[in-house]
């Protein structure tokens, strides 16, 4: 019974733990890839992260319809845990959503699901939802965090030895709740530890959000924020910039000289949002910049976007032979009802800012109309 018992907790600890790992492996190479496409869809990171979890609910599935006794219920055991955890994970509603239904499925095909049970499933997803809703602040507190889901992992269990006590044994029914709570321990530790490594790299570097050369927010974080400023509706403007000639201004004067540019067109930019305090400056790529503009209709990010000019063009980059001056090529896009996503919106302000180039540079171009430099 003692070796049932303990081999039992381990494959259940062990499988978890190894499903957690796999998933923090795509999430990690996933937002790399997403990154270095430069794509701003959800859909990009979400996709994989789905189809993994879903992946593994139906392989325990299939795997548990070959085992019967003890075996068996360890699989459902494992079934219940990960749909439990991945609700948590999902990073956007749809894939809450797509996990729930993969979830109901698997439940479904044991034919042992009813009113009753399906009343709870969904008492526990609409709960599952609330915790999303509340995980900012939840997040802060290690222990609570994890609360709802170990109850409703652990009231399955007393729900499913009443509804089964003529047919599984009650010393199963506690053995698995036994190795849920455990699983949910170690991925509680899990959890804790992720997040104290997380916030010692916060501490000794801005690598998370920040550029370290020019200090302003860099290409991941753009695509976090302006996701979540289109998601929020309302008027909404994008403007894009690039340096002029900024090769040959490394090849004339070098990448000192060069890393000095981008920290004075930073600086310049930084200032020239100081009465702006919705908008947010971004440095995209090695060269471009890029302002997220909230609350700007089409006037009043004209007036940004020229200022922004008119700023660089004044901006003085001193060496040790001289000094010289900087220009940028601008393209400007506002958010419109023909936008199917915010990548549209980014693809179409960089479609913009290339015009600008092919236009002479220095020049400003809003909503495919380019103004030259004068």
């Avoid at 909230?294 to 060496?319: C, F, G």
Wanted: net charge neutral; proline share 2%; hydrophobic share 45%.
């Amino acid at each position: 019974m003692i070796q049932q018992v303990l081999a039992n907790i381990f494959l259940v600890v062990a499988s978890t733990l190894g499903f957690v790992t796999v998933y923090q492996q795509i999430d990690d190479g996933t937002k790399k890839r997403v990154a270095a496409e430069r794509s701003l869809s959800p859909a990009a990171r979400e996709v994989p992260l789905v189809i993994y979890v879903c992946a593994v609910l139906l392989v325990l599935n299939f795997a548990s319809s070959g085992f019967h006794g003890l075996m068996y219920w360890v699989f459902v055991n494992l079934k219940a845990i990960i749909m439990i955890y991945a609700s948590l994970l999902m990073p956007t509603m749809r894939g809450f959503v797509i996990v729930q239904i993969c979830g109901a499925y698997t439940l479904n095909s044991t034919g042992n699901m009813t009113g009753y049970t399906w009343a709870f499933y969904l008492l526990a997803a609409a709960i599952m939802l609330g915790q999303r809703w509340a995980s900012a602040h939840l997040r802060q507190h290690d222990f609570l965090y994890l609360l709802p889901a170990t109850a409703i992992g652990l009231l399955s269990w007393v729900l499913a030895g009443v509804r089964l006590q003529s047919t599984v044994a009650l010393s199963t029914i506690i053995i698995n709740m036994g190795s849920l709570l455990w699983a949910f321990f170690a991925l509680w530790d899990y959890d804790l530890y992720q997040r104290q490594d997380q916030r010692v790299i916060a501490q000794l570097s801005h690598q998370v959000q920040y550029d370290g050369l020019t200090q302003v927010r860099n290409w991941p974080t753009f695509q976090q924020d302006f996701n979540h400023a289109y998601d929020a509706g309302g008027e909404l403007a994008l403007i894009t910039l690039d340096i002029d000639h900024f090769k040959a201004i490394n090849d004339t004067y070098g990448h000192l000289v060069g890393n000095q540019a981008l920290m004075v067109v930073a600086t310049t930019l930084r200032e020239c949002l100081s009465d702006e305090p919705a908008c947010r400056l971004y440095r995209t790529g090695g060269e471009e910049f890029a302002i997220i503009a909230p609350q700007h209709e089409l006037s009043q990010a004209t007036d940004l976007v020229l200022k922004s000019q008119r700023r660089l063009r004044n901006a003085k980059i001193r060496y040790s032979k001289g000094e010289f001056f900087l220009s940028a090529s601008f393209g400007l896009a506002i958010v419109n009802g023909k936008d199917t996503n915010s990548t549209a919106v980014f693809k179409r302000a960089d479609h913009y800012l290339y015009q600008s180039k092919r236009c002479g540079r220095d020049c400003v171009t809003i909503e495919g109309t380019t103004m030259t430099a004068s």
